[in-house]
């Protein structure tokens, strides 16, 4: 069976345009998870793609979108910490507080893919 030209989602450029236009729509102090802009990017399942996207792109606020515990980016913890709580964004030790992680129903903040922390 011949392989697919894109080895995976996060080749295609149309899933990366969608993940950026995901993340440019996180406004200062809200965060986003990985599978929430992968979601409303319209890839379910490619949280880990969305990884990609942002190792990938320069300009992106990174710091913005953790993991779906609140974990932030192995390595960057200190750098992500302080750029969210620079924003308002609350982060308690090195985990960023998101509306799931406190049982809260996700709350639309009028863009797509951001929730409010």
């Known amino acids: 069976m011949a392989r697919s030209v894109w080895r995976d989602r996060a080749d295609r450029p149309d899933f990366t ?3 950026e236009t995901v993340i440019k729509a996180i406004h200062p102090g809200e965060v986003a998870t990985y599978g929430e802009v992968a979601e409303e990017a319209g890839y379910p399942g490619a949280a880990r793609a969305v990884g990609g996207v942002l190792a990938r792109s ?3 606020p990174w710091w913005r979108v953790v993991a ?3 974990r932030l980016v192995p390595g960057h ?3 992500q ?7 308002g964004a609350p982060v308690p030790g090195h985990r960023a507080v998101t509306p799931a992680r406190h049982g809260l129903e996700a709350q639309r903040s009028g863009t797509r893919g951001a929730r409010r922390a």
Do not use: F
Request: no cysteine.
């Open 17 to 19: 345009d969608a993940v």
């Open 77 to 79: 913890e200190a750098e």
């Open 81 to 87: 910490a302080r750029r969210l709580r620079a924003e």
């Open 68 to 70: 779906a515990n609140g």
């Open 58 to 60: 320069d300009g992106l």
